[in-house]
C-alpha cells in the first residue's frame, strides 16, 4: 500500500504561481513513476506532467514553459511549481503514483484545489 499526502493547493490571481507537494509512504519503489493529474468540475481528469525515476520529464501542451515537476526521491517527494497561472488551470490536482514493472502498483492523493481568479 501507498499513502499520497498533498498539499499547497489554494487560491491565487491569474499570474501568480502556487508550488504543489505530495509525500509518498509506504511501498515505495526507486522505479517509481510520479505524476500530477487535474480535474475541472464538468471534465475528465486530465494528466498534467509526469516525471520518471531517471527525471524524464513530460507535460500536457497548455502548461509548458509554466509548469515544472520535480521530485526529491530521499524525501519520496514530488512536486508541481505552477507559474503563470490561469483561471483554466482552476481544478482538483491528484498526485499519482505508478511502477513501470507492476501493472497494479496505482496509487492516488486526495487531491488539492487550485482556483486561480481571472
Known amino acids: 500500500q501507498v499513502q499520497l499526502v498533498e498539499s499547497g493547493g489554494g487560491l491565487v490571481q491569474a499570474g501568480g504561481s502556487l508550488r504543489l507537494s505530495c509525500a509518498a509512504s509506504?511501498?515505495?519503489?526507486?522505479?517509481?513513476?510520479m505524476g500530477w493529474y487535474r480535474q475541472a468540475p464538468g471534465k475528465q481528469r486530465e494528466l498534467v506532467a509526469i516525471?520518471?525515476?531517471?527525471?524524464?520529464?513530460n507535460y500536457i501542451d497548455s502548461v509548458k514553459g509554466r509548469f515544472t515537476i520535480s521530485r526529491d526521491s530521499a524525501k519520496n517527494t514530488v512536486y508541481l511549481q505552477m507559474n503563470s497561472l490561469k483561471p483554466e488551470d482552476t481544478a482538483v490536482y491528484y498526485c499519482?503514483?505508478?511502477?513501470?514493472?507492476?501493472?497494479?502498483?496505482?496509487?492516488w492523493g486526495q487531491g488539492t484545489q487550485v482556483t486561480v481568479s481571472s
Open positions: 516525471i520518471t525515476s531517471g527525471g524524464s520529464t
Open positions: 499519482n503514483v505508478k511502477n513501470p514493472y507492476r501493472p497494479t502498483y496505482d496509487y
Open positions: 509506504g511501498s515505495i519503489f526507486s522505479s517509481n513513476t
